[in-house]
């Protein structure tokens, strides 16, 4: 079984009431739930970030919103699993990326 990081971009964003967030937790929980073994890290949201360059660091031009890491058999495996992603209902996406692994 190989890793793959699911990136988490756009959607409804941060909930603004407790009661959105409640229900927004609970659909991230009953996906989170049919993915079962496969989830090797649940990951999380991202906040304020920054991008660094030769030139220096300045915003970050990236919508990611957070990250997941999974295992299965293929990335079209993996990108399967991640069509239930509630952010996708959102209107967002899942960017599904082989995580490649390195003999150091």
Known sequence: MAKF??????????AQTPAERDKSMAAW??????LG??????GAPFGASTSVEKKGTGAAASALGGYSVVTADSLDAAAKLATGCPIVGEGGSVDVYDCIEMNM
């Open 29 to 34: 929980g009953a996906w989170f739930g049919t």
């Open 5 to 14: 990081l699911f990136a988490y971009r756009g959607g409804a964003g941060m």
């Open 37 to 42: 073994a496969a989830i090797v890290d649940p």
